[in-house]
T-cell receptor
């Protein structure tokens, strides 16, 4: 079975400071990892994904994520937070080895960027 | 390119009724997945369709069903609605099924059961 944990329900960061949203995963095979963002009353918006190769993945709006196989983590980062980054962030995993078609999501982390 | 379109955006239904939600995927995408989002359970996978075939189904009762048409448009149906079915229902489309393909989500249909 595949699973995702986002240990922080909420992250507060001052505008201009770096931000990190944490994600750990569990799969039996190789993971495909994704980050999505959700603004109020909207669907999920794709930010970035890790499939294979370079452990540092760059995505939309200046976000990046670092894949760490030994720690089974895929933390989302941004060097300088904007107030407009305030939203709900979801990490998701798909297990390549299981031939799984479904995405399994974490519970989400609410990011608040304080002006 | 138009995104994933879900209709209607909002629905209010009474317990015991049934409801049909519609999803039009991004042009050229053949995979459509459905998810239920609630504050308590988060995002839960309902099912995925690819080329009119259900590829995978989540852990939901048989009251939840879906289908995909030859033009890749999809519908999901919930029969005998319960209060607990109140949720945001999200549809997502992908170019391919499973694997490394990212899913693109619609804005969702918010279903309220009273």
């Amino acid at each position: 079975a595949q699973s995702v944990a986002q240990p922080e329900d909420q992250v507060n960061v001052a505008e201009g400071n770096p931000l990190t949203v944490k994600c750990t995963y569990s799969v039996s095979g190789n993971p495909y990892l994704f980050w999505y963002v959700q603004y109020p009353n909207r669907g999920l918006q794709f930010l970035l994904k890790y499939i294979t190769g370079d452990n540092l993945v760059k995505g939309s709006y200046g976000f990046e994520a670092e894949f760490n196989k030994s720690q089974t983590s895929f933390h989302l980062k941004k060097p300088s937070a904007l107030v407009s980054d305030s939203a709900l962030y979801f990490c998701a995993v798909r297990d390549e080895g299981a031939g799984s078609y479904q995405l399994t999501f974490g519970k989400g982390t609410k990011l608040s960027v304080i002006p | 390119k138009a995104g994933v379109t879900q209709t209607p955006r909002y629905l209010i239904k009474t317990r015991g009724q049934q409801v049909t939600l519609s999803c039009s995927p991004i042009s050229g995408h053949r995979s459509v997945s459905w998810y239920q989002q609630t504050p308590g359970q988060g995002l839960q996978f309902l099912f995925e369709y690819f080329s009119e075939t259900q590829r995978n189904k989540g852990n939901f009762p048989g009251r939840f069903s879906g289908r995909q048409f030859s033009n890749s448009r999809s519908e999901m149906n919930v029969s005998t609605l319960e209060l607990g079915d109140s949720a945001l229902y999200l549809c997502a489309s992908s170019l391919l099924t499973g694997g490394a393909s990212e899913a693109f989500f619609g804005q969702g249909t918010r279903l309220t059961v009273v």
